[in-house]
């Protein structure tokens, strides 16, 4: 069991989408700095210890701690962290609807880390505070939900993050019509992958406990997503 | 794939031994202990068949040479045969602090080991016992002093290891002569400076030794796949990760390749300056 203050903690920062959150003259509220501390079901190695395959994503100090658990398997981390940079990196699919899917899929999932990491990321990739809060909030296959969003492609990729991430077996024909109606054959794959991929990381980071940074604790107490004795 | 490695350890970019860690207990606590071993510690055993099945496949691969190290390898009442059988794959070295070899053990190291292509390397660190044993743990030195004739003289090949933080010129001209009066050639002494890992760097003694100071030798442990003997090292109990290769031991070729792109990654011409071994 380790002992972490995490820093770089989304899933963009793993993708090197552009940095939205400002942790720079930011001093976290001491409360939340403290219950930010917590235990990680297993070590996360530290920059001093990164193992040598590993040791470039380190290289500009702590990187998080999904990039810190991967790196007890640096066999694995050099592997991963490439497929979940390039499915989660800018693509041809825009920012605001990648963290869409990232969110909507988190919540459903109910992964703390990936939620409260991503909120802060939702907000600066154009979406409001009322839609994070439908992301996040309104449980799955809720019209409200969908009826939070007023374009039709939004909508449409609303059902299809539900009906993908909500599981298991097929998907509801509604939901697959609804999203080829409004997307590329690609546009559907990539989504998909995404989800898929959210999934993955949703529960790596629940089972394993991985914790949120101060400084996004703190920007989602600003935001009003968590108060301060949280 | 067996073709690259083999070239890259023709070319000295990998080095031609392959290591085995095949456990971490210790009968001694040195006070400069890489791996914090003794008698109480995990002991992270390697098991025996599995250490043979890898050195076959460190021969495929081209790699010339195995050593096995610990803890102390002799704790574990196999390890004659285990180094026997890893002897006729591959030459191999088998480190060891030279203290068990009495008794019934003595007979069966030499019942095993005599006439093969095996090198016991031995700790001694001065060519006198209160220098030595303040590090190494009392009448360490004369244990060791009585063992080796007794190993040479049962046709036992044997190997000398110092491990000093500094050694007076006149002292190493006395365990040379030493080593000399006891059969082994100076090119069988080592002499290499502590490194400042596990319980060395716990007391704040030894070299810091990065990368390009430690040979590229593929070393296995129980934990995974290290760069050099250097560096599945233990401090407070926890195996340090910075010289982690992969979690990935077998089949062999998966750490050795990855060693290699490491390996394949440092800058020519930057050769160790430390001449750890």
């Known amino acids: 069991m380790a002992v972490w203050r995490a820093k770089s903690d989304s899933f963009s920062a793993l993708a090197q989408a552009p940095q939205s959150v400002d942790r720079d003259g930011r001093s976290a509220p001491e409360q939340a700095a403290k219950v930010a501390i917590i235990m990680a079901l297993v070590e996360l190695i530290t920059p001093e210890q990164a193992p040598l395959l590993a040791k470039a994503y380190f290289a500009d100090g702590d990187p998080g701690p999904i990039t810190a658990a991967l790196a007890q398997v640096p066999e694995l981390l050099e592997v991963a962290l490439p497929f979940i940079g390039a499915v989660l990196s800018p693509s041809s699919i825009d920012w605001r609807t990648k963290e869409m899917v990232i969110l909507r899929t988190s919540a459903i999932l109910a992964c703390r880390y990936c939620v409260d990491s991503h909120t802060p990321v939702a907000l600066d990739s154009g979406l409001t505070h009322e839609e994070v809060r439908a992301l996040r909030e309104i449980p799955a296959q809720d019209e409200r939900a969908v009826s939070a969003f007023a374009d039709g492609r939004e909508r449409a990729l609303m059902s299809w993050i539900d009906a993908v991430a909500l599981g298991p077996g097929p998907v509801a024909p509604s939901a697959a019509i609804a999203i080829k109606q409004h997307y590329a054959n690609h546009e559907v794959v990539e989504l998909t992958l995404l989800i898929a991929t959210t999934l993955l990381l949703n529960r790596f980071a629940t089972a394993l406990q991985l914790p949120v940074h101060p400084s996004t604790i703190e920007r989602l107490v600003v935001e009003g997503f968590a108060d301060e004795t949280r | ?277």
């Not at chain 2, 003794?38 to 495929?60: T, Y």
């Open chain 2, 1 to 277: 794939m067996s073709t690259e490695t083999r070239e890259a350890v023709e070319q000295g970019v990998l080095g031609e031994r392959v290591w085995f860690y095949a456990n971490y207990h210790c009968n001694l606590e040195c006070s400069y202990c890489l791996t914090e071993s003794g008698p109480n510690v995990a002991r992270r055993l390697l098991d025996a068949d599995w250490m043979v099945a890898r050195a076959q496949e460190a021969k495929e691969l081209g790699f010339r040479t195995l050593g096995v190290t610990g803890g102390e390898p002799f704790m574990v009442s196999s390890m004659p045969d285990t180094v026997a059988r890893l002897s006729g794959v591959l030459p191999t070295v088998v480190l060891s602090n030279a203290t068990l070899f009495t008794g019934p053990r003595l007979e069966r190291v030499t019942e095993a080991l005599a006439g093969k292509d095996v090198h016991i390397q031995i700790s001694l660190d001065a060519p006198d016992a209160q220098a030595n044993d303040s590090k190494r743990g009392d009448d360490n030195w004369q244990e060791v002093a009585d063992a080796i004739p007794r190993l040479i003289s049962r046709g036992l090949r044997i190997r000398l290891a110092t491990t000093t933080e500094a050694i007076a010129e006149g002292d190493l001209e006395r365990l040379c002569a030493l080593h000399r009066e006891w059969g082994i050639a100076d090119e069988d002494h080592v002499v290499r400076p502590v490194v400042s890992r596990g319980r060395a760097a716990l007391d704040g003694i030894g070299v810091e030794a990065g990368l390009h100071d430690l040979s590229p030798e593929l070393c296995i442990t129980a934990d995974g796949a290290f760069w050099s003997a250097f560096g599945p090292t233990v401090r407070n109990g926890r195996v340090d990760t910075d010289f982690l290769i992969t979690r990935t031991t077998a089949p062999l070729s998966v750490p050795a390749h990855a060693m290699l792109r490491v390996a394949q990654a440092r800058p020519r011409g930057n050769d160790a300056t430390l001449g750890i071994r």
